[in-house]
């Protein structure tokens, strides 16, 4: 634990020169998102009533599944290439595996890392959402913790992964091939009941309708024990799973 | 000798730092490493001489507990590498072959950061930053960048890094390769000074002079195995001959000149591409002997022998091609 914290200080003095830049992105992003599609978008699909979505506004739908797949999004630009890059570019992984350090402390300082940096994006949308009118329960604060469980449940497997990558080619398909449909077939834009019967099980799998369905119940107020038990379980479920990869992975690639 | 308890003498054992024997590495069916024994002792300059895919990098990463032997023994400081690797690292200096700085921080965060993974408190590590940066020459660097610095500042700011825990030995894996000859002699004299300062070095090259000139001890190493071992003297005592001879005769004519060449006094002829070798205890007397069989090299030279003879005579070939 103590190591692993040296190497989230090593993280975070490293963020002290980046951070101006994801600080604009973690503002913008939900304010595009929010602005064009929660209350432009909104206003047709509001016309036309909302009983699908549970009667509330399109922006009050939309802002805490967007919240779960803006965690998601912070999650897999924090696992992919700043642990790739550190391993294969720079080789500080290598640098820091010949201290005391050990691999496992290594990965679980860059989660620390990561939870932080999902904590802070997460704040920030929170304050977004509320600015825009889109929260409407004192419960739309536990959103935050969803949010970054959400984000770990990726955070973890993703890092595991990019540790056997050999080249970053392979994170551009999995942006492409993952986070894209993942971000708009999981329920985040419309409620998944409106997919095919047949792929809806596919939905039901991926972290992120469930990350989703947690905050929008959390955010709507309408959050039942077990339900949120079950997306509770299942985020960390998958998270504890990641990190059981991750320490594998990270040892094989650092001790060859 | 001391008093040990229960009133028996004992004679203290020479410290012993590091101990392999038949240790091996290999990867998938390769073998990288293959058994290979060795002894390093407290206070010594120890080196690893041979050529690229020798073994030697692969036997520093299983010595700094990155890499878990395949066979054989292996302690360190009485420990073991795989169980105790925490322990162990904890009391190594590591340069790598390849440099690891984090060129987007400065030079002085480098030395924090590294610092902080050892545990070291902060006002320790400043104090021994403003003296490692001078030691190595990087003081008025401090607060740039590492990305612009020369190959040779990086190679002496991770030697700088690696002092920072205060190591009881420090691993150097081709600490001046690819380095120009200016910046390799700077390198050379702060490894000298930690010398002198009685720092026990254990370190791999392919440059039979950087050999000569820092290692106190050293092995010969060749295909992941270990062809010889002693100092650099020994060595040179033992596989060569006091001086080298070196003709060199118009092109393609070495092979024909060698035949020439029977009956002058040499206790061994090497034909290399671009010259020949005659070992031999008097270098003037066999240009004369050469001379007297009206054979006219188109240049001569008389030379003391180095390592280089040395690994030519074991292995048949030159250290670096
Ligand atoms: N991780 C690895 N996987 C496969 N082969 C390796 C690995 N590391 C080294 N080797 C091979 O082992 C041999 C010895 O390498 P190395 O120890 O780096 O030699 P040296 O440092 O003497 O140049 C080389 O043929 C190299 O290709
Ligand atoms: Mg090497």
């Given at each position: 634990?103590?190591?692993?914290?040296?190497?989230?200080?090593?993280?975070?003095?490293?963020?002290?020169?980046?951070?101006?830049?994801?600080?604009?992105?973690?503002?913008?992003?939900?304010?595009?998102?929010?602005?064009?599609?929660?209350?432009?978008?909104?206003?047709?699909?509001?016309?036309?009533?909302?009983?699908?979505?549970?009667?509330?506004?399109?922006?009050?739908?939309?802002?805490?599944?967007?919240?779960?797949?803006?965690?998601?999004?912070?999650?897999?630009?924090?696992?992919?290439?700043?642990?790739?890059?550190?391993?294969?570019?720079?080789?500080?992984?290598?640098?820091?595996?010949?201290?005391?350090?050990?691999?496992?402390?290594?990965?679980?300082?860059?989660?620390?890392?990561?939870?932080?940096?999902?904590?802070?994006?997460?704040?920030?949308?929170?304050?977004?959402?509320?600015?825009?009118?889109?929260?409407?329960?004192?419960?739309?604060?536990?959103?935050?913790?969803?949010?970054?469980?959400?984000?770990?449940?990726?955070?973890?497997?993703?890092?595991?992964?990019?540790?056997?990558?050999?080249?970053?080619?392979?994170?551009?398909?999995?942006?492409?091939?993952?986070?894209?449909?993942?971000?708009?077939?999981?329920?985040?834009?419309?409620?998944?009941?409106?997919?095919?019967?047949?792929?809806?099980?596919?939905?039901?799998?991926?972290?992120?309708?469930?990350?989703?369905?947690?905050?929008?119940?959390?955010?709507?107020?309408?959050?039942?024990?077990?339900?949120?038990?079950?997306?509770?379980?299942?985020?960390?479920?998958?998270?504890?799973?990641?990190?059981?990869?991750?320490?594998?992975?990270?040892?094989?690639?650092?001790?060859? | 000798?001391?008093?040990?308890?229960?009133?028996?003498?004992?004679?203290?054992?020479?410290?012993?730092?590091?101990?392999?024997?038949?240790?091996?590495?290999?990867?998938?069916?390769?073998?990288?490493?293959?058994?290979?024994?060795?002894?390093?002792?407290?206070?010594?300059?120890?080196?690893?001489?041979?050529?690229?895919?020798?073994?030697?990098?692969?036997?520093?990463?299983?010595?700094?507990?990155?890499?878990?032997?395949?066979?054989?023994?292996?302690?360190?400081?009485?420990?073991?590498?795989?169980?105790?690797?925490?322990?162990?690292?904890?009391?190594?200096?590591?340069?790598?072959?390849?440099?690891?700085?984090?060129?987007?921080?400065?030079?002085?965060?480098?030395?924090?950061?590294?610092?902080?993974?050892?545990?070291?408190?902060?006002?320790?590590?400043r104090e021994r930053t403003a003296r490692l940066l001078e030691f190595v020459q990087l003081t008025e660097r401090a607060d740039d960048e590492v990305e612009p610095l020369s190959g040779g500042m990086k190679r002496r700011l991770t030697i700088a890094r690696s002092l920072i825990s205060d190591p009881e030995v420090l691993l150097l894996d081709e600490p001046t390769?690819?380095?120009?000859?200016?910046?390799?002699?700077?390198?050379?004299?702060?490894?000298?000074?930690?010398?002198?300062?009685?720092?026990?070095?254990?370190?791999?090259?392919?440059?039979?002079?950087?050999?000569?000139?820092?290692?106190?001890?050293?092995?010969?190493?060749?295909?992941?195995?270990?062809?010889?071992?002693?100092?650099?003297?020994?060595?040179?005592?033992?596989?060569?001959?006091?001086?080298?001879?070196?003709?060199?005769?118009?092109?393609?004519?070495?092979?024909?000149?060698?035949?020439?060449?029977?009956?002058?006094?040499?206790?061994?002829?090497?034909?290399?591409?671009?010259?020949?070798?005659?070992?031999?205890?008097?270098?003037?007397?066999?240009?004369?002997?050469?001379?007297?069989?009206?054979?006219?090299?188109?240049?001569?030279?008389?030379?003391?022998?180095?390592?280089?003879?040395?690994?030519?005579?074991?292995?048949?070939?030159?250290?670096?091609?």
């Open positions: 634990m103590r190591a692993a914290i040296r190497q989230l200080r090593f993280w975070m003095t490293n963020y002290r020169r980046t951070w101006r830049g994801s600080i604009y992105s973690s503002v913008l992003n939900p304010v595009l998102y929010l602005g064009a599609m929660g209350v432009g978008l909104g206003s047709l699909v509001n016309a036309h009533g909302t009983a699908s979505l549970g009667g509330v506004s399109y922006l009050t739908f939309l802002a805490p599944g967007l919240m779960a797949a803006a965690a998601m999004q912070t999650a897999m630009g924090e696992s992919t290439y700043p642990v790739f890059g550190s391993v294969k570019w720079l080789k500080t992984y290598q640098a820091a595996a010949a201290t005391p350090l050990r691999p496992a402390d290594l990965f679980h300082g860059h989660l620390m890392f990561t939870t932080l940096r999902l904590a802070m994006n997460s704040a920030v949308f929170l304050a977004i959402m509320a600015a825009f009118g889109a929260a409407r329960s004192p419960w739309v604060l536990a959103c935050l913790p969803a949010a970054v469980l959400t984000g770990l449940a990726f955070a973890t497997p993703i890092e595991a992964y990019a540790m056997t990558c050999k080249k970053d080619s392979s994170f551009a398909l999995l942006f492409r091939f993952g986070v894209i449909p993942l971000f708009l077939f999981s329920g985040t834009f419309f409620p998944i009941t409106s997919l095919p019967a047949v792929v809806r099980p596919l939905a039901y799998l991926t972290p992120l309708w469930h990350g989703v369905a947690l905050c929008r119940s959390l955010s709507l107020g309408t959050a039942q024990p077990g339900q949120t038990a079950l997306h509770v379980g299942y985020l960390l479920a998958v998270t504890a799973a990641g990190i059981y990869a991750g320490n594998l992975t990270y040892r094989r690639r650092l001790y060859a | 000798m001391s008093e040990a308890p229960g009133n028996v003498t004992v004679v203290a054992a020479p410290d012993i730092l590091i101990r392999a024997k038949g240790l091996t590495k290999t990867f998938g069916d390769f073998t990288a490493v293959a058994g290979i024994d060795f002894e390093l002792t407290r206070g010594e300059v120890f080196g690893f001489l041979g050529p690229n895919g020798a073994g030697k990098s692969s036997t520093m990463r299983m010595i700094g507990c990155v890499s878990p032997p395949s066979g054989g023994e292996l302690s360190i400081f009485g420990l073991d590498p795989v169980r105790d690797g925490q322990a162990i690292r904890a009391r190594l200096g590591v340069v790598p072959q390849e440099d690891t700085l984090d060129v987007e921080l400065t030079v002085r965060e480098n030395l924090l950061i590294y610092g902080r993974y050892f545990g070291l408190r902060r006002d320790v590590i390769t690819g380095l120009d000859p200016q910046a390799r002699h700077v390198v050379w004299d702060r490894l000298y000074r930690l010398k002198q300062q009685g720092v026990t070095l254990v370190l791999t090259t392919h440059y039979m002079d950087e050999a000569e000139q820092l290692c106190d001890r050293l092995v010969v190493m060749d295909g992941g195995k270990i062809a010889a071992e002693g100092s650099p003297r020994e060595l040179i005592d033992r596989y060569s001959t006091a001086e080298v001879l070196e003709l060199r005769f118009g092109l393609d004519e070495h092979e024909k000149m060698a035949g020439k060449l029977e009956g002058v006094p040499a206790e061994r002829i090497e034909v290399l591409a671009d010259r020949i070798l005659l070992y031999t205890a008097d270098g003037d007397a066999a240009l004369g002997a050469v001379r007297a069989r009206g054979l006219e090299p188109v240049t001569s030279l008389v030379r003391r022998s180095t390592l280089e003879d040395v690994f030519l005579r074991l292995t048949g070939r030159r250290l670096e091609d």
